[in-house]
């Protein structure tokens, strides 16, 4: 059973920095992506951050690239998601979510665990 829990969720004031973390329970960590995903009220779920199984390759959605950085440490299995300069259009519930595979993507059809999310919310 793979279990996937968020922190690091909080209120900052716009331009500030949070970093999320995703811990993860189970066999296999090491062996499949794992991305982010954000929803904001009233809006679907939409693609934040996603990393390969070594970390070496990541893919971001427009709206966050240069500004989000995402990165993974297998001995630990857990996921960062390093946000900087944020706005308040950022402000949504994040979700870390593992891939069923090794590669990386955007569509969360090719996730198949999700955590329960954490709250981030961005003042202006």
């Known amino acids: 059973q793979v279990q996937l829990v968020e922190s690091g969720g909080g209120l900052v004031q716009a331009g500030g920095s949070l970093r999320l973390s995703c811990a993860a329970s189970?066999?296999?960590?090491?062996?499949?992506?794992m991305g982010w995903f954000r929803q904001a009220p009233g809006k679907e779920r939409e693609f934040v951050a996603a990393?390969?199984?070594?970390?070496?390759?990541?893919y971001y959605a427009e709206s966050v690239a240069g500004r989000f950085t995402i990165s993974r440490d297998n001995a630990k299995n857990t996921v960062y998601l390093q946000m900087n300069s944020l706005k308040p259009e950022d402000t949504a519930v994040y979700y870390c979510?593992?891939?069923?595979?090794?590669?990386?993507?955007?569509?969360?059809?090719?996730?198949?665990?999700w955590g329960q999310g954490t709250q981030v919310t961005v003042s202006s």
């Open positions: 189970g066999r296999g960590f090491s062996s499949y992506a």
């Open positions: 990393s390969s199984w070594s970390g070496d390759n990541t």
């Open positions: 979510a593992r891939g069923r595979s090794s590669n990386l993507g955007q569509d969360s059809r090719r996730y198949d665990y």
